[in-house]
């Protein structure tokens, strides 16, 4: 989202200093050119509003090309039709005032206030998003009950540090992911046609709690959790559903193929949902994280799908403020 935004600023900031440079020199005093700048007005307004509503859609229904960042098809194609359409309308709005030149002054005045409003606040607003803080909303039961569906809740972007544009270099940082945090984080992995849980995951944001950071051996045995050794027992946070604990494998892939199965995003492949309850022992490579849901029995985690590495992570859990029964810092 923060990166369409963006983008929709700088068209908006572009138009404007065209505008401004143009007007002062009339190259806009003409019928046929005031037209076309006041039909590319609206046809910008056209294909950003449509944009940003099929982003909408597309984030509630989990299509891949909403989270992903990609401009999906649907987007693009309700863009332009937008476009075309407030197009069309802002050439006819003002090639139909004739010869009055004021009408056709006053409509490229309009456009200018509006532009320079959008790009000041759009890329403000992109800027918090990327940078700051950033809105969520729990689209599963995989973190119950400690975040619900529903639930609508603010991301600190800031903590884990700032992250340089275009790169996953981090400065000014807070404090490190630490086990326990709830973090929201890009699926791990770069390839669309990767399967996971059902279906594909690459590009969706997931929410999860750190169980483990690098470093740290983690098991499974009967649902417990194994950390460094340290029987964890049943934490306070945690919730299981299903009353029978599986069976273990009776056959499993030798240690070192175990680990590189799992690092690799492979074992899901292997032992399926017998992961579940009786998993490891894994290493956690260093600069990653072992993500699960507190909701173990219901949640596609990195039992199944590997580690997490920090250029993923997008931020901290942080404040509850939908709905109002449940507002409060996470």
């Known amino acids: 989202m923060e990166a369409r935004l963006f983008w929709i600023g700088v068209a908006m900031f572009g138009y404007a200093w065209l505008t401004k440079r143009w ?3 009339g190259r806009l005093d003409d019928r ?3 037209a076309l700048w006041h039909a590319l007005f609206l046809g910008l307004a056209g294909f950003s509003v449509m944009l940003i509503a099929v982003l ?18 649907r987007e693009v194609v309700a863009g332009l039709v937008g476009g075309a359409v407030l197009g069309a309308f802002g050439f006819w709005r003002a090639w139909s005032s004739g010869d009055d030149a004021e009408k056709r002054r006053f409509f490229l005045n309009e456009d200018l206030e509006w532009a320079e409003t959008v790009y000041s606040a759009v890329i403000l607003a992109s800027l918090l998003m990327y940078f700051l803080v950033q809105a969520f ?4 039961g995989s973190m119950e009950s400690t975040l619900r569906i529903g639930d609508h809740l603010f991301v600190n972007k800031f903590v ?17 992911v630490s086990a326990g945090d709830i973090v929201v984080f890009r699926f ?3 390839d669309p046609e990767s399967q996971h849980c059902g279906g594909p995951q690459f590009g969706k944001d997931f929410i999860k709690r750190v169980v483990a950071v690098g470093g740290d051996t983690l098991e499974i045995r009967g649902g417990v959790l194994v950390r460094n050794g340290t029987v964890l027992g049943k934490e306070s946070f945690t919730q299981f559903v299903d009353s029978y604990r599986g069976d273990a494998p ?13 690092q690799g995003g492979a074992l899901d492949t292997k032992l399926g949902d017998t992961m579940k309850d009786h998993f490891g022992p894994v290493k956690v490579p260093a600069g990653s994280f ?8 219901r949640s596609c985690d990195s039992r199944f799908w590997g580690p997490v590495a920090e250029k993923y992570v997008k931020g901290k859990a942080w404040v509850i403020y939908w709905p109002p029964n449940r507002m409060g810092t996470i």
């Open 290 to 297: 072992f993500m699960m849901g507190d909701n173990r029995d």
């Open 32 to 34: 046929k050119r005031s």
């Open 188 to 190: 791990p992995t770069d």
């Open 56 to 73: 909408s859609v597309e984030s509630r229904l989990k299509f891949v090309g909403a989270a992903a960042g990609s401009l999906s098809w």
């Open 23 to 25: 007007s002062a020199a």
């Open 250 to 262: 009776a056959l499993l892939p030798p240690p070192d193929l175990y680990q590189e199965l799992w």
């Open 160 to 176: 884990y540090g700032v992250r340089i544009p275009f790169t996953d270099t981090r400065v000014l940082r807070y404090k490190p």
């Open 137 to 140: 909303k729990i689209p599963s």
